[in-house]
């Protein structure tokens, strides 16, 4: 427990951790990325390549560098690339094509741009008119066929580059761009420093009492920054290595583990639910089988309700962490540290050493303990939040109302300081870990032809989290049906925001000032009227 005041600490840049392992252990095995491992010596030389490359092609420290990669060798090595170089790193969900892709490009600012050669297609008519981007690098030996736009290189050719001594930013310096899922607007950067990314992955070192001996491993996507502070960042703050696989697949969930021999596995709680309920693995651990448990001790994820989590704890032989809660913007606004026991239902003890955290009414009221509220937050040390909303002055201060900032999150906290999230002030849904904005879904799907108006809601998912529905007025004497109005989403929306349940309605539910009314569609739910893409067997790409 502090005493409430200012708390300084060491500061540190990415390329300082970075250093640090280079010095103590150059050329034992860092990271392994989809079966290609690096050494930190290995990463850090093709890291000063590829920064040499960028330079040469006219990116200056601030500057920023997009990426558009599922997990890869190649989405690591660019992200290190440009934090070598001084720029800022702007990871794009690789699920975007469309008005998506370019509101983050053109929003950001971004002067090049890395994309996977099987993502390359979607570039064409996004990028040309982007002033920004002025070179997009394409992984594979093709290009996107671009006309009168960025300039196209092949990665290869890069990482054949001088390498260039890593630029010396300060801890204060920005080094992320993380999107946010927007909930009343596009979607907003959130800037991220160099020495938020060091201190939020020592607090997560601390929760899982992660040592030198421990291997983390993780399917989550590197566009989220989970991925980037446990594994990318994790071994050289806590020591030990770690392992990014490109996607998660219940079937290979223990081959995978038993093969990079991982003791922790991040993951998101839609996963372990998933995982609980595959009956074709073997109950109990290290039991000789091909597909048993031999390493794993922790199952890090949230949310993992309590009859979920003895469930996983009986099941496969291992603990389970769920007490955490934070965002982008901030994290770990509450823990749970060593000496702390976990609470059912609770995100662990709010995180005192590093944050002040309230629970406000309406009108910013401090509401007190055993009271739901809005979960509010401010920092104790420098530089362990987010810096702001990229270009966006009026967003950073109308969310840090009289200096606090507000998470649009409803909770409570306890007597004994245990923080239970309750539920979502704003109006955005969450599934298969992906923040997803209504206001982005209804304007793609009110582009149809045959759309009057659509309003997306959330319902509950079978695999915890949500899936969405989306209610629609069709134009009068219009024939469209749900299903080829969702085969029509398939191509404009990312695989994660297409609504599994469509419904046709003559109007909507309304206030007296014409409002519509979404919480009397979530309310109601899934109705008879409801059509569901899963039960109709409809497929599509998840990427």
């Not at 009026?394 to 906290?413: P, Q, S, Y």
């Not at 014409?514 to 919480?519: M, T």
Request: proline share 7%.
């Amino acid at each position: 427990m502090t005493d409430g005041t200012w708390i300084t600490e060491e500061h540190h840049t990415l390329t300082d951790l970075l250093d640090r392992r280079l010095g103590t252990d150059p050329d034992g095995e860092y990271l392994d990325v989809c079966g290609e491992t690096f050494s930190a010596a290995s990463l850090a030389g093709r890291a000063g390549a590829l920064a040499g490359a960028f330079a040469d092609l006219g990116v200056r420290p601030g500057d920023r560098v997009a990426t558009l990669c599922e997990n890869s060798p190649e989405a690591v090595l660019a992200w290190w690339g440009a934090i070598w170089a001084g720029a800022i790193a702007v990871p794009i969900n690789s699920a975007y094509k469309g008005e998506y892709l370019r509101h983050q490009l053109a929003d950001s600012g971004a002067s090049l741009l890395v994309a996977q050669d099987e993502l390359a297609g979607r570039l064409p008519g996004v990028v040309e008119g982007i002033e920004t981007l002025r070179h997009v690098v394409v992984t594979g030996e093709g290009g996107p066929g671009l006309r009168g736009g960025p300039a196209v290189h092949r990665f290869a050719d890069l990482t054949n580059a001088d390498p260039v001594p890593p630029h010396r930013s300060r801890p204060a310096d920005l080094a992320t761009f993380v999107y946010t899922g927007g909930t009343t607007g596009p979607s907003k950067g959130c800037m991220l420093s160099h020495h938020y990314h060091a201190s939020l992955s020592r607090q997560i070192a601390v929760c899982w009492r992660r040592g030198p001996d421990d291997v983390v491993w993780t399917p989550l996507p590197l566009f989220h920054f989970n991925a980037l502070v446990t594994c990318v960042l994790g071994p050289l703050v806590a020591g030990g290595r770690a392992a990014i696989s490109r996607r998660f697949s219940v079937s290979g969930f223990w081959g995978e583990v038993n093969r990079v021999g991982a003791t922790i596995a991040s993951l998101l709680g839609s996963m372990t639910a998933l995982l609980a309920a595959d009956e074709d693995r073997p109950e109990m651990p290290r039991s000789g089988a091909p597909q048993a448990n031999t390493t794993l001790r922790l199952m890090a994820a949230a949310p993992v309700p309590p009859d979920l989590d003895a469930r996983l704890r009986e099941r496969f032989g291992v603990e389970v962490f769920s007490g955490g809660f934070g965002l982008t913007e901030a994290s770990l606004i509450s823990w749970t540290p060593p000496g702390v026991p976990q609470r059912p239902g609770a995100a662990g003890v709010i995180n005192d050493e590093y944050f002040e955290v309230r629970i406000f009414d309406d009108d910013d009221r401090d509401l007190g303990r055993n009271t739901p509220g809005e979960i509010v937050v401010r920092p104790r040390r420098p530089h362990v939040m987010f810096e702001g909303y990229w270009g966006n002055p009026e967003a950073t201060v109308a969310a840090c109302r009289n200096l606090w900032f507000h998470t649009g999150d409803i909770g409570r906290i306890d007597d004994d300081g245990y923080l239970f999230f309750v539920d979502r002030k704003a109006d955005y849904l969450r599934r298969r870990g992906e923040n997803i904005s209504s206001f982005e879904v209804e304007r793609v799907l009110c582009s149809h032809p045959d759309v009057v108006e659509a309003v997306v809601v959330a319902v509950p998912s079978e695999v915890t989290e949500d899936d969405l529905k989306v209610t629609v007025v069709r134009k009068e004497g219009s024939t469209l049906t749900e299903e080829a109005l969702f085969r029509w989403c398939i191509d404009q929306l990312p695989y994660f925001a297409l609504p599994r349940y469509v419904e046709f309605r003559a109007d909507l539910p309304r206030s007296p000032v014409g409002r519509v009314l979404k919480r009397v569609l979530r309310d109601e739910g899934v109705t008879p009227a409801t059509w569901d893409a899963e039960a109709a067997g409809v497929t599509y790409e998840r990427r």
